[in-house]
């Protein structure tokens, strides 16, 4: 299968793509790459989104159902047909089940995505956070910067492009979301790669922070060009003879830093000094605290492969953002509205500090949606800490994913441990009406988490909006 797989990479030959859990937004962007390329591509997911729906109008066949009279009605056979697999897709699944009894060739979609990206020059982003923003910023930057497009794998849909794929066949260059869930970045040949942060995540795979740390020192073997990587993080790097090593920060200095920053009036100003440069007066397209540590880590990428100063500061002044990555949805006297894809406890206390430079002077409500019975478990107190700093705290019940009920593991858990004694649990079904109900009173109402809370933010926009 691996040199059928070149071949037709090589030569154009048509083949079966079949994605077992295709609505997943990393999924999704290789379903539309191969559709692209004029492959035939299917795929069964769980449930509709508007992602799915997007790529049923775009010409994909998707099932809503585990059955494995889906397939066979596909007239899949096993010489022509990869099938590739995301680990959300639980292994007792009757398609998965089926598929991998008739012989099938199945991948992880990271295998994939390596081959297809050990085509370009692969720009990686990796980190616990900040990967999504920065890769897309990344690949606004090259696209905008380079004169002939780029090519980005991302694990959001961007606000410039309204996608998570860009293709371009002129460029040698691939920008890609490098994800460490499962090891998945273990398959990627980065030619230059980020490295934002390695807090600890993902424990029901890794077991302890030492591991997934260890994690990221195997990555950073991967590299063949150079890496960015956060100044002070806790990785020591493996690098190969010859591959360079940077450091960026926000504002300690380092070989890639900001500083001169400057916020006011809904917008922030900073200067991006380089090893022999800086670039002064950068200003946000999306003025949020945190994109100025995202931008400089993109602006160093894109730097170092040749993105002019005048391209960078004019690529990150249009940067439009990512869909779920700070979302700024309501913004009246009355009441503001922010949505956001922050599932970890840093990315929480991240997200929540970023609000209050916006509006310090505004109540803060915090709607969260635990994602994962293991995170939740494993993170308990650290998310009882951030969230009992805001000044309202709401709880939805555990998205599960892919894991089953852990007893004792439930939002009532955490509930017990916040301490801010403003905090309660709310039920899905209750959600846009328990919000509305607070529009009146000059608060910032922010959502965040990884699960479907996604689906409440535009009932949610809709409510407040509405004159009573």
């Not at 099938?104 to 999504?132: P, Q, S, Y």
């Not at 994690?215 to 063949?224: D, E, M, N, P």
């Not at 006297?333 to 949505?339: L, R």
Request: hydrophobic content about 40%.
């Amino acid at each position: 299968m691996q040199i059928f797989l070149y071949l037709c990479a090589r030569f154009r030959i048509e083949m079966t793509v079949f994605f077992l859990g295709i609505g997943g937004i990393g999924m999704s962007a290789l379903a539309r790459y191969y559709h692209h390329k004029g492959d035939r591509v299917a795929g069964y997911d769980r449930t509709p989104s508007a992602l799915t729906k997007e790529l049923e109008e775009e010409g994909i066949e998707i099932s809503y159902t585990d059955a494995a009279e889906y397939v066979q009605g596909l007239g899949l056979t096993v010489d022509d047909t990869l099938v590739v697999r995301t680990p959300a897709v639980p292994e007792d699944s009757v398609i998965y089940t089926y598929l991998r009894e008739q012989g099938f060739t199945i991948r992880k979609r990271a295998e994939v995505l390596g081959m297809v990206t050990r085509e370009k020059k692969a720009l990686c982003v990796a980190g616990t956070h900040g990967k999504t923003t920065t890769s897309t910023m990344l690949a606004h930057l090259m696209n905008n910067g380079k004169g002939n497009g780029v090519n980005a794998f991302l694990g959001g849909i961007s606000m410039n492009y309204h996608t998570n794929l860009l293709l371009d066949s002129r460029s040698e260059y691939v920008v890609v979301e490098a994800d460490e869930y499962d090891r998945s970045f273990h398959h990627l040949t980065p030619y230059m790669s980020v490295v934002t942060a390695v807090d600890a995540d993902h424990l029901d795979i890794y077991g302890t922070a030492e591991a997934y740390r260890e994690a990221f020192a195997h990555y950073t073997s991967l590299i063949t060009g150079a890496l960015v990587m956060k100044k002070g993080i806790a990785v020591q790097p493996r690098l190969q003879p010859g591959v360079k090593c940077y450091t960026y920060s926000m504002i300690e200095p380092a070989d890639f830093y900001a500083d001169h920053i400057r916020v006011s009036d809904g917008r922030i100003l900073f200067d991006f000094h380089t090893p022999d440069a800086v670039i002064r007066d950068v200003e946000l397209g999306v003025p949020v605290w945190v994109n100025i540590e995202n931008a400089v880590a993109a602006m160093a990428v894109a730097w170092l492969n040749g993105v002019s100063e005048e391209k960078l500061r004019e690529g990150i002044a249009s940067f439009k953002g990512v869909l779920r990555r700070f979302n700024i949805h309501v913004n009246t006297p009355e009441v503001a509205y922010i949505d956001d894809y922050s599932h970890h406890p840093q990315e929480i206390a991240t997200a929540i500090d970023s609000i209050r430079k916006l509006f310090p002077k505004r109540k803060l409500i915090g709607v969260f949606q635990p994602h994962l019975y293991t995170r939740t478990r494993d993170f308990a107190d650290d998310f009882a800490r951030v969230l009992s700093t805001l000044d309202e705290v709401v709880l939805l019940p555990i998205y599960p994913a892919r894991e089953l009920p852990i007893e004792g593991v439930n939002s009532e858990m955490l509930l017990e441990r916040i301490t801010n004694p403003n905090k309660r649990i709310v039920e899905k079904a209750e959600l846009v009406n328990y919000l509305a109900s607070r529009k009146h009173e000059g608060a910032v109402i922010m959502t965040v988490g990884a699960g479907d809370i996604d689906r409440f933010v535009q009932p949610i926009t809709e409510a407040l909006m509405i004159d009573d």
